[in-house]
């Protein structure tokens, strides 16, 4: 995975997240919900990364159906990230209002 072009940012970001919520002192049950969040996204872009290892391998040439299966593990990916991302919006709000 490391060799992986998505997932040295998302590492990178993991790390990020660790000490934003460090310095923001949120709660336990944020950070536990930070863990949540943030494992299954490295899971999906392990799963993404070998369905596009599958697909480019099986049908080199461009398919609708080869796209198709790209997409949609890039949209779980996204939707992954995007979870993890209002957790720290909402960790944001919760620091900066106090």
Avoid: Q, W
Wanted: hydrophobic fraction near 55%; proline fraction near 3%; charged fraction near 15%.
């Amino acid at each position: 995975m490391a060799k992986e072009a998505a997932f040295r940012p998302e590492a990178l970001a993991g790390v990020r997240l660790v000490v934003a919520y460090a310095v923001m002192e949120v709660t336990a049950a944020i950070r536990l919900s930070a863990a949540v969040l943030y494992l299954p996204l490295i899971a999906m872009e392990a799963v993404n990364t070998a369905i596009e290892e599958i697909i480019d391998h099986i049908s080199p040439e461009m398919s609708d159906t080869g796209k198709h299966a790209k997409d949609l593990g890039s949209l779980a990916v996204f939707c992954l990230i995007s979870a993890n991302s209002i957790l720290l919006h909402y960790a944001l709000s919760l620091h900066l209002t106090v």
